[in-house]
Structure formats: C-alpha cells, structure tokens
C-alpha cells in the first residue's frame, strides 16, 4: 500500500504508478532531500513535537540512506513515485514508528519546493564556476592577442578595425552578465518554504527559524501558498541559462567563421575538433556547431516552463511535478559546455597576419579621415558627405584611398592635410581609438588587467 493508503481501497493500477511517477528523474535530489529532512527531524525534536530520541534515531538513520542510496544500493520504483516517498519508506521500514514520525507537519508540497532550492542554490555556484572558467581562457587569450588586429563587422560586413582582444572582452562582458542574473535568480530564491505544508501552514508549533539557520537560508518565505505554487525561480533560472546558452550560440558563430577557410582567422586544436567520415581534408568546429545546435533546448526548456506555470490555480498542482526535467536538462546542458568550451578557447590559435590582413582595406578607415576632419572643425555631416566624395572618386578612377597623393586628396577635399594621408592603416586606426570602452591599446590594456584581477578573486 502506499504511504497515503488510509483512504484507498487499492493501489494505484501500475500504468498509473509509471505514468505518473517522478523517481526516473528525481532521484538525483536525494542529498538535498535528506539534507532537508535532517533539518526537519531536528526541529521536531527540538521543539518537543517529536520525542528527541526519535528525531536522533531519524537523523542517523537517514545518514545511513544517503549512503546506501550514494552506492546504487538503493533499488527504485514506481509504486513509490519520488524520491520523497523512496527516502520516507526506508526510514519507516527500518525505523518502524519512530520513522512514522518525519513527515509531521510536513508536506511533499513543501517538501519538494525546499528540495529544489537546495539543489539548485549549488547547480548554479557550479555554473557560476565554469563561466568564470571560461571567462579566463577568454582573457588570457586576449592578452596573447592584445596587439592582434582584425576587421570589426557588422552587419557581417568589414567595418572598422579593433582588437582582437576587444572582439573576445566582449563576450567576457556578456558572461558576466549571464552570472550577474543567475546570482540574482539565486538570491531571490534563496527562502526556506519548508514550514508551509500542503498549502496552508501547521497546527503543530514548528520552529521555521530552526530550520533556516540549519540548512543556512537568509529568510523564511512568509506566505505558505505562494511558497508551494511557487516557481517563478525555475523560470528565472531557465531563462539565464537561455541567455547564457544565446551567449554561447554567438561565440560559436564566431567561431565557426573564424575557422572557415573563407576568414581563416584561427585554428581549434586537433584534440577539439572532428573529422568526416567521407572527406579525408576536412576538420570541423563540431564543437562549436553542437552548442550553437543546444540553444534550442535551452530556449525550449524555457518554453516548457513558463507554460507548465501559465494559468495553474492556487496552490501546489500536480502539473509542477513537470519542472525538473527541463530544469535539470538545462544545467546539464550547460555543464556539458562549460566541459569542453573553456579548453578549446584556451588551446585556440590565431592567426595574426591573416586577421590584419584582412582588415588593411583603406575604406576601413574612411570614419577617421572624417573625424580628423573634425578635428579641423568641419561639421560631421559635412565631413562624412566629403569623404564619401572621396570613395567614389577612388572607386571611378580606380585608386586606392590609401595610395593617394596629397594633391589628388585635396582636388576633393580641399580641407586635407599631409597628416591625414596617415590614417589609411589599421594600426593608426587602433591606435587612435582610446575613447573609454573604445579599441584602443591602453583601452584594451587596462581592461584585460581589471578582468585578470576581477576573476583572480573570483575563482
Ligand atoms: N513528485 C512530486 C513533485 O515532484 C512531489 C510532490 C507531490 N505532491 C503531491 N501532493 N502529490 O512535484
């Protein structure tokens, strides 16, 4: 019989039990679940609700299932749903009527809403971990390539030329962003809900503040039905992860490009790479492709969630039993990247002559012969229109802007000077960008040692 058996004539018929059961998937909390259930039992005992020899033998007794369960020792199954009910059966089973007394003033409502917030508070720190990791292979790589130049694109068009090391700061940027929300979504769910029962609180004197000191929550939630119907955390957390995998999707485009012959900016070690199975010549950032390909599930995870949630009465219903699949799926994701991409970063090569190469085109730097026309304290608008008299008369006379004489140059802009003939190379064009933020040397400089010191305390 099961363990609500009082009120049923006959189990559950066992396509019932299979369809209905969540063990397949929530076995993994079984550390947080007793971790959780420690607590309570102590409580209990504590505050007299249970005798306190029945909380000590509780409290043993659940150490030994941590471990039996630990070793594989435990056998699971349907009939017994979740790892709630799994853990409960054990304890009386062994324990008999002192076992009988764990789940007092307690609900699997409760229960399972604690049990995931202890799970997650160290998913995410284990998150948080790898995206520092990755965030250091970035910086270090671009230190070796603070003096790298490439094109800058947009539109995927050439544009004007930064640093390499700018290029991967950015996404150090939006890294930082992504822990930035997944902290703040950690901070917010970060409340104890067990004390809050099936929905509506206990007749029995519980001490909630007990519990949160021992399993270390800063705050106590303060309404029992929100804190069972509750899952506004889940889609928190899954819609970091699909930012962060977005994030992800973005680095791999560049990547892949990068690696394409067609740029050929950088090389991925043989050890991050694979081949074909038909075409001896080929080497692809299968890598790169497989996380870009993940964002689906991650948005989709995400998808899932927000409609478990949309529309579900007050309080607990059975449909949130539907959260940790897409949960778990996303942090599992999520590892998976963080396992393989920091290394690949970190063992990346690049190759500076092809990168500056291609950005020596001179119309790269058309915006600054107009800034240093500017400078001379012609209007902007003025500026852009004669440079771009400039291009087109490059382009009908087959010139580059870059090979012009002093005289040629002035026969269109008659405001240039011998200094301005200077602009055409992307060294220049680097050099010349220290506005705050901008891809100048000391810029990029002084960003790459506040990030080096910023993770140097994180890590
Ligand atoms: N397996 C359930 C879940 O994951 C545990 C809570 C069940 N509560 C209940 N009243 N049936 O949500």
Not at 34 to 48: D, E, F, P
């Amino acid at each position: 019989m099961a363990l609500w058996g009082g009120r049923f004539s006959q189990d559950a018929k066992s396509c019932v039990q299979e369809y209905t059961e969540s063990i397949s998937f929530d076995k993994r909390l079984f550390r947080h679940d007793i971790a959780g259930s420690k607590a309570h039992a102590a409580m209990l005992g504590a505050t007299g609700i249970i005798p306190k020899k029945s909380s000590r033998a509780i409290i043993a007794e659940l150490g030994k299932i941590e471990k039996m369960i630990a070793e594989g020792k435990m056998e699971f199954s349907s009939a017994l749903e979740d790892i709630h009910m799994h853990i409960e059966t054990e304890l009386i089973r062994v324990l008999g009527n002192e076992g009988a007394r764990v789940h007092t003033a307690r609900s699997r409502n409760d229960q399972v809403a604690l049990d995931i917030r202890l799970y997650l508070r160290d998913a995410v720190d284990s998150i948080v971990e790898g995206i520092v990791r990755l965030q250091k292979a970035l910086v270090d790589q671009a230190y070796a390539n603070r003096k790298t130049i490439l094109p800058g694109f947009t539109h995927l068009q050439h544009a004007q030329p930064v640093l390499f090391a700018h290029h991967l700061l950015a996404y150090v940027e939006q890294f930082d962003r992504d822990i930035g929300r997944l902290k703040d979504c950690k901070a917010r769910f970060n409340v104890l809900p067990l004390g809050s029962g099936a929905l509506a609180g206990t007749t029995l004197p519980i001490d909630r503040e007990f519990v949160r000191e021992a399993l270390n929550f800063p705050e106590v939630s303060r309404n029992s039905m929100d804190s069972v119907a509750d899952r506004d955390f889940a889609c928190e957390l899954l819609s970091a992860l699909a930012i962060f995998s977005m994030h992800i999707s973005r680095l791999s485009e560049d990547i892949i490009l990068w690696m394409s012959q067609e740029f050929s900016f950088i090389e991925l070690s043989d050890a991050f790479c694979t081949g074909s199975s038909l075409m001896p010549q080929k080497k692809n950032p299968d890598i790169a492709e497989i996380s870009r390909g993940k964002t689906g599930r991650m948005y989709g995870n995400l998808t899932a969630m927000l409609t478990i949630c949309k529309g579900l009465p007050m309080t607990y219903n059975r449909d949130l039993q539907e959260d940790k699949e897409p949960l778990f799926d996303s942090l599992d994701t999520a590892e998976g990247i963080l396992s393989v991409y920091p290394e690949m970063i970190a063992t990346m090569k690049t190759k500076p002559e092809k990168m500056l190469q291609a950005a020596t085109d001179p119309g790269l730097m058309a915006t600054d012969l107009a800034e240093a026309l500017v400078k001379k304290g012609i209007p902007f608008r003025n500026a852009h229109h004669m440079v771009g008299a400039l291009v087109r008369y490059c382009g009908e006379n087959a010139k580059a802007m870059d090979k012009l004489s002093l005289e040629e140059m002035q026969s269109v802009i008659p405001d240039a000077d011998a200094d301005m003939l200077k602009l055409f190379s992307p060294l220049s064009a680097v050099t010349l960008r220290e506005s705050y933020g901008g891809t100048g040397f000391k810029q990029v400089a002084s960003q790459i040692s506040a990030w080096k010191k910023r993770l140097g305390k994180k890590a």
